[in-house]
């Protein structure tokens, strides 16, 4: 597969060959300015309160990370059946004392439906994009994007947004029915970048030792395959030839990452072979990921950082039963990892029931009492059943808010009028600890 | 000799092609068109040559095949993305019309072969073209491979999540084993009470990803309609899309009562809340 040395080159010869004039490969992001200079777009830009952490993309060139007042862009997939991946991050966030918004105003990209079903357009998927990009804007709360994907097609949509005319008048027509208009991130961040920007200060909260962990590491295909110029490169991490997260964390923590053979390959995935052609997915992910990371890594887990993938690797294996392969490495996503040796509860938290291979062997490997956290959990969940309110890591959202994308006045306040009703609560979706 | 001399070629019309219909063709594997196939053929074709994406997307091709030893599609199916690009290259309405039968399914959309391929050919997003194109003419085999996706379409549509948690029937993910849905049987816990223990209240839900507000769904469906997605949508499935109409009517005539209900409130904001009707 390719190094990020080859990456370049390609992209470099692509560029030039799509051109035809020696056309070098072009950031994004000045065009973005110019665009905002002649008022076809305003630029949603990190500003301090957002402690940016400055980072490197594959040319070189700094990637402003951004770590606080964040906006959480959530994934479906995550949030339907692997839950335990936002709730991970939201809880380290509280932890390290990161303020943010998760709010119901927020749609996925909805890009499974364009490379699923194809029943979408490009013209749709930046209007789709646009809208989310607005409201975090409105609220003054930086976008994270919580899935691989999203954060791979929000960078072409963004590009796309930028290069062709065309489709941004039409999205910044559509926007402006709903009120809205065309506003871009400076920057398009994944939250695995957060997690790597902020690797000092998980690591300074850890409390179980991952030194006896052996990890090996899914690379997402959308998070460096789709506009790769946007993904960030450490020269610490595989010496700047593979995409810095989510491997950075795992050695900042002191996990042993072992190598295999397919690391490059894609997990299995496949949009709507996950559902309709299962037998494709789970033999790729059984034959090409997991089992080389368990016949030549030796791997304890299976560290990825993408929706799709954690489903894919974690989910296909227990049929390899059927085969007498029946490896159950279990499948993290970087942020279980890290909250886990930050010392968060494996299932209020974490929830590692939502995964299919079982973690017991390496919460015991990692030095967590596993069973306790078990038996814990089983007497929450009676309590839950006998009816008492559950416990959240942020303030609940009031009721109006099932109807309306409340202004919570940060950017667009009614002058003199008082956008926001005075409280003293904090405003619904920010952090807070759990009792 | 003799048997190259048999292969199908490219270079009869359609018309030419079904009138001679020479047996190699069909021992091949050469499908028999209807005439009212090769007319949605010849359509669909056109219009593929004409989208302004043919152009960026389709660069120029040496037949290297690094597209297609990195691909995981082609390890499992009868599929190539070399061929796809060469079809998108050089083929002819006949050869796409195949293609879109069952090979445009087989990607994964991973850009494997994009990142691989020297000449910079978006292989992906030309196949991506193709399946818009199957999609928005109801080719019927299209029909047939989306046909397991309703659910899935539902929730995108309506609330912009393509999964929710009660999608994951342990009676048809049986291969993913007794914890794909969260629980232990032994735990004696509903699907409702699981997610109560998620800590995030708008993932409270067995219907959804999350919960999404009435306002952001009005959104996403205005964007549908503006875009042609709905028109794209019917043209594959009318009943299903005649649904979705009536479900987002429901909820604009919810968002229209809750208007009044916090009328007093809404009126202190500005902005979206404000100006936006359903």
Known sequence: MLSASEIRKVMEERTQHQKGTGKKVVDVREEMERLEEKGELLIHRIRPENRPVPMQTLFGWTKRIPTDRLWHHKSCGQCGNIPGYPSALLWIMNETGRTYLNEPHQTSCTAWNYHGTATSNPVALAAVAARNFHRAYETDHFPLIHCGTSFGDYKEMRKLLVENADVRHKVRAILRKMGRDLVLPEEIVHYSEWVQAMAPEIVARKKFDLGPVVATVHEPCHYYKMIPEDAIYDDRVYGGQRPAVPTGILLALGARVADYSTWYDCCGFGFRHILSEREFSRSFANLRKIRPMVEEAHADVAITSDTGCVTTLDKSQWIGKAHGQAYMLPVLADVQLAALAMGAHPYKIVQVHWHAAPVDRLLEKMGIDGAAAKAEFLEYLQALKSGRAPELLHTPHEEIEQYFAINKGQVLPEEGTGASPPTTEPPAGVGRALP | ?278
């Open chain 2, 1 to 278: 000799m003799s048997v190259v001399a048999h292969l199908p070629h490219r270079t009869l019309s359609l018309a030419d092609e079904e009138a001679s219909s020479p047996p190699a063709m069909e021992l091949t594997g050469r499908r028999r068109m209807s005439a009212a196939e090769r007319s949605l053929a010849e359509t669909i074709y056109q219009e593929f040559r004409a989208d302004p994406r043919h152009e960026e997307f389709v660069l120029g091709c040496l037949n290297c095949g690094e597209c297609t030893t990195g691909c995981p599609a082609a390890r499992f199916y009868d599929f190539s993305p070399r061929e796809m690009l060469q079809i998108a290259a050089n083929g002819d309405a006949t050869t796409l019309w195949d293609a879109l039968q069952e090979k445009i399914w087989s990607c994964c959309q991973c850009y494997t072969c994009n990142m691989r391929c020297r000449f910079g050919n978006d292989i992906a997003g030309i196949i991506s073209v193709m399946r818009e194109l199957s999609v928005r003419h109801g080719v019927e085999s299209t029909r047939r491979t989306l046909a397991p996706f309703g659910r899935s379409l539902t929730l995108l549509m309506t609330v912009g999540t393509q999964v929710s948690s009660d999608m994951i029937q342990p009676d048809f993910f049986r291969d993913w084993g007794p914890f794909a849905t969260g629980s232990d049987k032994a735990w004696d816990v509903s699907p409702e009470i699981m997610r109560k223990a998620i800590p995030i209240d708008v993932l409270q839900t067995t219907r959804s990803a999350w919960e999404v507000s009435v306002q952001t769904s009005l959104e996403l469906f205005r964007i549908y309609e503006e875009t042609g997605v709905l028109d794209m949508l019917r043209g594959l499935d009318p009943d299903l899309t005649e649904m979705l109409v009536d479900i987002i009517e429901e909820r604009r005539e919810e968002f229209r009562e809750a208007r009044e209900t916090h009328r007093a409130r809404l009126e202190t904001m500005r902005g979206p809340v404000a100006t936006f009707q359903g």
